[in-house]
């Protein structure tokens, strides 16, 4: 009877221990969409006469996504992200990110601030950054927009730039 117990019970750890590494595991794979934008251009330079450009990223996300749809920005380590503050020994350049298409346009719904390494131009190590997360929708286009001096600039490729996930 004590054998019988104790088979039972192990056999209940097992399972439970199997079922968490199984969840866990899916819990890693999230769905990655990338944007449509080339490349981040955005500039804010007063001087030579109000200089401003700014980039619009949009995603197409599927019909069947789930969870919540996160914004992300996402490099290798060495990626090449120009940033004039950078440059110049200073902090990178806060970006602000507004939502284009959502349920309140023209919402201020982020501000990053893209990894260059100091005093380089490139990312020393890969990072993923989660700007915000929404609820999914067929179409997601987010604004960006220097919200100080200077400028950014960096390839969107598939494997570096804005992207959103979901189905995580």
Same mark, same amino acid.
């Given at each position: 009877?004590?054998?019988?117990?104790?088979?039972?019970?192990? /056999?209940?750890?097992?399972?439970?221990?199997?079922?968490?590494?199984?969840? /866990?595991?899916?819990?890693?794979?999230?769905?990655?969409?990338?944007?449509?934008?080339?490349?981040?251009?955005?500039?804010?330079?007063?001087?030579?006469?109000?200089?401003?450009?700014?980039?619009?990223? /949009?995603?197409?996300?599927?019909?069947?996504?789930?969870?919540?749809? /996160?914004?992300?920005?996402?490099?290798?380590?060495?990626?090449?992200?120009?940033?004039?503050?950078?440059?110049?020994?200073?902090?990178?350049?806060?970006?602000?990110?507004?939502?284009?298409?959502?349920?309140?346009?023209?919402?201020?719904?982020?501000?990053?601030?893209?990894?260059?390494?100091?005093?380089?131009?490139?990312?020393?190590?890969?990072?993923?950054?989660?700007?915000?997360?929404?609820?999914?929708?067929?179409?997601?286009?987010?604004?960006?927009?220097?919200?100080?001096?200077?400028?950014?600039?960096?390839?969107?490729?598939?494997?570096?730039?804005?992207?959103?996930?979901?189905?995580?």
């Amino acid at each position: 009877m004590q054998l019988t117990t104790l088979f039972m019970t192990l /056999s209940a750890a097992a399972g439970l221990a199997l079922a968490a590494s199984t969840s /866990s595991t899916n819990l890693d794979t999230c769905q990655r969409i990338q944007s449509d934008l080339q490349g981040m251009n955005v500039t804010y330079l007063p001087d030579m006469i109000h200089l401003r450009r700014s980039s619009n990223a /949009s995603f197409n996300v599927p019909a069947n996504a789930r969870g919540p749809c /996160s914004l992300i920005a996402a490099f290798p380590a060495d990626y090449s992200i120009r940033d004039s503050s950078v440059e110049q020994g200073g902090n990178p350049i806060a970006v602000n990110v507004t939502d284009v298409d959502g349920p309140t346009p023209d919402s201020l719904v982020g501000t990053v601030r893209f990894p260059s390494a100091l005093p380089g131009p490139t990312t020393k190590e890969a990072v993923k950054i989660t700007i915000n997360s929404f609820a999914c929708r067929e179409k997601m286009t987010y604004h960006f927009e220097a919200a100080e001096l200077g400028l950014v600039q960096f390839k969107n490729t598939a494997d570096a730039g804005l992207f959103i996930e979901y189905s995580c």
